[in-house]
Nanobody, 115 residues
């Protein structure tokens, strides 16, 4: 059974930084994409950053230049470095792995940015 475990969320002031991590445990093969999503209260879940198996990345316009997605294939881990955080970045952040046409989701980690 595959589990994604996120860590690194918390409360920081605007302008600060956080680094989220998401590690996959269990038998997961042929990961074709990894990504980070977020959902703020009353809003739909949105893609923040994604990375394909080939290393191509894409970012939501609202985070370009501030967030960076990276991975460690040997550890089946994906990271999200978040800099210059803004109050509007406050949300529950989820990681996602796509493997053999199956989506796997983490439980979410809360990120709260104070102004």
């Amino acid at each position: 059974q595959v589990q994604l475990v996120e860590s690194g969320g918390g409360l920081v002031q605007a302008g600060g930084s956080l680094r989220l991590s998401c590690a996959a445990s269990g038998s997961i093969f042929s990961i074709s994409a990894m990504g980070w999503y977020r959902q703020a209260p009353g809003k739909q879940r949105e893609l923040v950053a994604g990375m394909t198996s080939g290393g191509s990345t894409n970012y939501a316009d609202s985070v370009k230049g501030r967030f960076t997605i990276s991975r460690n294939n040997a550890k089946n881990t994906v990271y999200l470095q978040m800099n210059s955080l803004k109050p509007e970045d406050t949300a529950l952040y989820y990681c996602n792995f796509l493997s053999r046409n199956t989506d796997y989701w983490g439980q979410g980690t809360q990120v709260t940015i104070s102004s």
